[in-house]
């Protein structure tokens, strides 16, 4: 069990926390915020690096104080990745193995295997200067999994890499957190969040405003910042059911309402986005190509930057956006009834 | 891009080439108004000089071993200044700048306060029957006075443009604040470090006014040409002046060539 309790850290104007979170051995958490948010700020006083004002941060119910119980427990990869530029890739992944006197025979072999599995085991001689941003990451990652940290943190291990790398990093973290490590990961992409949580905390100036299941936190309309972000997407968890005539029938988790979507490479379930922009809305059924059209009430509206948010409930709940006009023209208030409607091809896989 | 943008991309290179190449002129001119003067044989007799040549190899040592003890301490201190905030951070910056303002004959007369006789330090020296005054490591108080600040400023400037990251990711990886500073920020910062360490050494060697002041002899190279000037006149100390020129843009370029190649 990882706790932290009552943390607080100030400087000048920004002031963070309190902060508490409980999380299990086997979590993975994202921390989710918009920049400026004080998410890499939250990291360094979990890895020791920055002292807090109050506050405790418990590791098996004993609290970490010392800088050696930080680097004992904790290990820490920096957004920038801070890979040592002087050393070559070998020297940057041993570094903490010698700077901890333990640089054995059987941990030489173990920072070979960590190169091996992350393939960077080729790069070994080289400087870090000339690397592309993935192979860095790697050797970084290395660099700090070869000291077995009980909790991995990870600020923003995904925003500096192309596309195709960030799928293949995803998949590493992923099997790194199956080996049993906490992983506490900070982002501000929601798709980090729902690809690979299994907690997030939301986190909006300096305090974390939702704590919980990424269904929990992204059901509710609880914070500014899921506001936002569930402004621009609809998730659900589904299973694969049906393929007829080159489109795929999804049965949603919890309510079983189906949905259609074009083929996409899946394993048969897993959670699916519609973006707010995609979803049209109706006072009528009407006929048209669409292949996803649900009856459903409309539960809230409110304000938001270009028009208007409205949360339907169509058994399932959807959020989508209006212009002030339409929604004029619509006469959209909470209780009525509406049709909201989406195409096949709007239906995305997430992960 | 029009023929006109051409134009005066052209002439705004012109004009900056003219007025660096004047600047460049300027220390040029004198350097070499000195090798066409030299007559030859007075440089070999120079060369041949035992009292020359002990002159600028007692310099060059001086500043050598006076640059290297006082980096101990400096290099502290500038790490300190690049990674610290502390009460007084402003005030202590303000003294390390303090011998760049000062006249270099005031800052001889300001050291004879703690080194010669009457003073503390002086007098306990002089109890154990040492003296600053007249020694090469009096000189080396008067070399260090007045170039330190550029050993200082250059390190302290170089730690500090080193992302702190590097040292945090250290710390993040057990590593201990020594080992962070020796195995990470030095190296990290040893370009700046040795640049300083160059401009420090510089200085030491082309110092005249303090040493003048603290120890007339033994005779460093900057002394020797003034006594030679005096003494004999512009022919006779021209071909030493020279040579100590010679000598020490040797050293530059080697010092600065084995700098190594920059990292960040």
Known sequence: MFEVADLSYELGDFSLGPINLQLHDKDYCVILGPSGAGKSQLLYLLAG????????????????????DYAKWVGLLFQQYALFPHLSVWDNVVYGLKARKIFTNANRKKAVEWMKQLNVM?????????????????????????????????????????????????????????????????????????????????????????????????SRLNTGFVAR??????????????????????????????????????NGFGKILVRTRDVLLAEEPFSSSVQNMLKGTVEAYLPASGGVHVSVDAGLKFHLLLSEKAAESLRIKPGKTVYVAFKASAVQPIG | MTTSDYSRKRAFTLVFTFLAGL?????????????????WPQMASTLADGEVTGSIILTLMIAMMTTLIVGIFAIPLAYLLARHHFYGKILVNAIIDLPIVIPHAAAGIALLSILSKQSLL?????????HFVGHPVGIGFAMAFVSVPFLVNAARDGFASLPLQYEQAAVS????????????????????????????????????????????????????????????????ARPIALLVILVSLVIFILLRSIGGRRYV
């Not at chain 1, 299994?198 to 305090?207: L, S």
């Not at chain 1, 998730?235 to 259609?260: D, N, P, R, S």
């Open chain 2, 122 to 130: 002086g007098g306990v020296a002089e109890s154990l029957g040492f």
């Open chain 2, 173 to 236: 990886l057990g590593a201990s604040r020594w080992r962070v500073f020796y195995t990470i920020a030095l190296p990290l910062a040893r370009r700046s470090i040795l640049s300083g360490m160059v401009m420090m050494f510089a200085r030491g060697i082309s110092e005249f006014g303090a040493v003048v002041i603290i120890a007339y002899y033994p005779m460093v190279s900057s002394v020797l040409i003034f006594e030679r000037f005096g003494a004999y006149g512009l022919n006779y």
């Open chain 1, 49 to 68: 690096l920055v002292k807090p004002g109050v506050g405790r941060i418990l590791y098996q119910h004993q609290a970490i104080r010392q800088p050696a």
């Open chain 1, 122 to 218: 080729h790069l070994s001689n080289r400087r870090i200067n000339g690397l592309s941003g993935g192979e860095q990451q790697r050797i970084a990652l290395a660099r700090t999994l070869v000291l077995e940290p009980r909790i991995l943190l990870l600020d923003e291990p995904l925003a500096a890499v192309d596309a195709p790398f960030r799928r293949e990093l995803r998949t590493v973290l992923k099997r790194i957190h199956q080996k049993g490590m906490l992983v506490i990961h900070v982002t501000h992409d929601y798709e980090e969040a729902l690809a690979l949580a299994t907690q997030v905390a939301i986190m909006e100036q300096g305090q974390v405003t939702a704590t919980g299941s990424p269904e929990k936190v992204f």
């Open chain 1, 229 to 266: 972000l569930l402004g621009e997407v609809n998730i659900f968890e589904v299973m694969h059911t049906a393929a007829e005539q080159g489109v795929w029938t999804w049965k949603e988790k919890h309510t079983g309402w189906e949905l259609k979507s074009l083929p996409f490479s899946s």
């Open chain 2, 23 to 39: 600047l460049i002129l300027f220390i040029v001119a004198p350097i070499g108004g000195m090798f066409l003067h030299t007559q």
